[in-house]
């Protein structure tokens, strides 16, 4: 299927206009899908007399007036042989008597266009088809009116005959954090109590499910004034009708606690409150003050909530940014679900609604088709976050939801619903399964997350480059040899992996940013480190690109590529002498000759064994994310013959001064064929036997298939490097390309 969107040129007809037309759909008598926009001829029939009602704020705590009354826009559907024209008549009363406007004839063919007759901000036209067979349907100018983006999105599904739509069910969970915490004088009192729960009654005709999630601070129960206090008693009394979650005992954030036993104790006295209070414990839920320690992680939170709470799901404004809100994520750490929170326009100090920033208009604004009714249109699970002092004062939290909801109602078909956190997770994650794996960014690269870090903790402690691979490139003896490098500084080994961590690809990723950074321990002198590390499982991981990319955009990255035959022979050794059974049963052309027929682990070896020497298209990857400036290719037969020379280019490229002179500290050992370090006693200490093993040369017939494997890989890349604006193509590249066509 494919659709094209554009803006045609200025007309006298249309001031601006997008047009959507759907090539493949071009049958008439299309199937009716679930709109988002309720029809004008809808169930309540003329929504055009549906004034919503809504709570004014300060002065009507105890009156209600209309404040608000639809405009309204037709939608109409015709063809452009006959067809009707729908206008904004907001204000006009035939509109509000909900009479259909103007009935225009128009035909298509002579472009009789009946100029100034409409008001082009509000014209939606679809057109039948019945012309040339194709449907479309037509916007007039302002797109950016609130019912024309909705309208635009039914368009898709009307034209795709319902495979482009979104599914009209909304979860909504509204979040009221910091119960308990406010000043004296913000606080809630009985009468907004009262208030807080016809309200939610309210909604809960409307919102099946629906329950305020209320965060308490234990440590500030009965801090206000003496009316306050009855509010806050009032709160418990009504405990059941709510549903409630741990905001930590003092509201502390919990980045700034280095120990574990301390958040746990702080989370423990809340625990012990909520029970000595009636309050539920087992919602799996929790909110950490100022979304601090949820993202960027701050493991002793995880680790605290799991212990104390049971903690399963928490949320957050921070992942991956705050803005653009509509790019905001969630992910899975250590079992506990993050989802994405959302903002209604609220904040600690909003409490009036003269003092509302931008004044009613703009909250209104927001309400009625604004920001904050596109973020439920747009998103199907949405949990707001609001505070304890949104809902005393002018109680402007509960004006803003039960209008919102009301406006949804009204103009849209839109299916309201709540449930607890746990289930919203769960909802979530299979909507969103690609997301339950984490993306780590770099917490300097943006300030709210450089606050809500620990202080601790350094960017300082991040590579500055990564040797990416492939496996048998002569990584090991890169690796060593750059570490001699006075300013250049290699990661701490692994227990498991030696001197790779290999974070980005793999299950490490999952341990986290911590767990990262600890293989690089911060030094005094910073700025003259050089940090990097080599995992020479980079080089083909699928995610490692993106991932490497979120967390070091500016690093350099170093691959060294030799003959992808001799490379897969090299790795085919390896894995034997590693007492791998399938390479120690079938012999190195049995592997790469394996047919897609044959035994799963004959395959997966075949696999491993030549996958990564498809350069070209493991480079293009990487280079999809890392501009070329970043990307250092070196020639592996040139790092074997004259590593020298190969690190000072290197240095060059890493723009590392003063250029440390590397002819003292590197000499060919004939005994091992290689070019090995020169310690201080002047001896040749040269990497372990793994590395520049024996073992017999490579059958002529293996070689020649793998020339004939590779050609199509081999030549992307000699196109690539061209591109890349390299000088010299690597001999082994010419001799594996030459001698193909040879033969
Ligand atoms: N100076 C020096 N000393 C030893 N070995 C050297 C050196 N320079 C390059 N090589 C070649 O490096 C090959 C091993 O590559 P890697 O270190 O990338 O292997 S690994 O992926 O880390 O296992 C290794 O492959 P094999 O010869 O198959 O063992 C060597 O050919």
Redesign the pocket.
Known sequence: MSFFLRTLPETDFFSSLVVVTSAIWQTHGTQPHDALVRSSTGQNGDPGTVGLTGKTARESRNTRRNIYRSDLVFRVFGDFHNFSVGQDESKKERARAGRSCCEIKITYDDKEFPKGKFIGDSVQLSDHGRYDGIQRVFFGGGLRFWLHNLLLLDSLSYLSHGQLSLSLNRMILVDVDDIFVGEKGTRLRKDDVMALLATQQRIQALVPGFKFNLGFSGKYFHHGTAEENLGDDMLLENVDRFTWFSHMWNHQQPHNYENVTHLQLDMALNKQFAKDHGIPTGSGYSVSPHHSGVYPVHEGLYEAWKRVWNIKVTSTEEYPHLRPARLRRGFIHRNIMVLPRQTCGLFTHTIFIDRYPGGREKLDKSIQGGELFQTIVHNPINIFMTHMSNYGNDRLALYTFESVIKFIQCWTNLRLSSAPPLQLAERYFQLYPEESDPVWGNPCDDLRHQKIWSKNKTCDQLPRFLVI?????????????LSIHPAISSNLPSPDTF??IQFFNGKNYYKGLDWYMSFFPASKNESSRYLFE?S??YFDGELVPRRAHALLPRAKLIT?LLSPA?RA???Y??TRVHGDPVANNYSFHSVITASDTAPKPLRDLRNRCLNPGKYAQHLERWLSYYPPQQLHIID?EQ??QN?VETLHELQRFLKITPAFNYSSH?RYDPK?????QVTNEDRTK??GK????Q?PPMEDKSYKLLQRYYLSHNTALVKLLKRLGLRTIPQWLKEDLTDTVMT
């Open positions: 691979g492939p496996q048998k490139t002569g990584t090991t003896a890169l690796y060593t040899f001197e790779e080599k020479a499982t060294i001799r022979y090299s790795w050794q390896h592996g790092l074997r590593p590197l091992k064929g290689f070019f090995c040269c990497l793994s590395k520049g093993r073992y």
